[in-house]
């Protein structure tokens, strides 16, 4: 992510595609842990700490962030292309 600014249109779309691909696979694994009880407690309270201190109350807030972010930085990446 960090030379992100570097790439043209084309370059930051698929970059932001392949970051959904990654947030899938993370999704996936988190849930079967947690269905397994492979999470620890400390850590799931640790991030619950973390996202409160950013004024997020929960995992659907900083979902609700994360896929605002993407979706401009998505429409920035298309006006770079025309």
């Not at 043209?8 to 932001?16: E, H, I, R, S």
């Amino acid at each position: 992510g960090e030379k992100f600014g570097g790439f043209d249109g084309l370059g930051k779309l698929a970059f932001l595609d392949q970051v959904d691909v990654i947030e899938s696979r993370w999704d996936t694994f988190f849930a079967r842990a947690s269905l397994l009880y492979a999470v620890r407690p400390a850590f799931t309270e640790q991030c619950n700490e973390y996202m409160r201190a950013l004024g997020l109350n929960d995992s659907h807030g900083f979902r609700t962030l994360l896929d605002r972010s993407h979706d401009f930085m998505r429409v920035e990446a298309e006006r770079e292309r025309r």
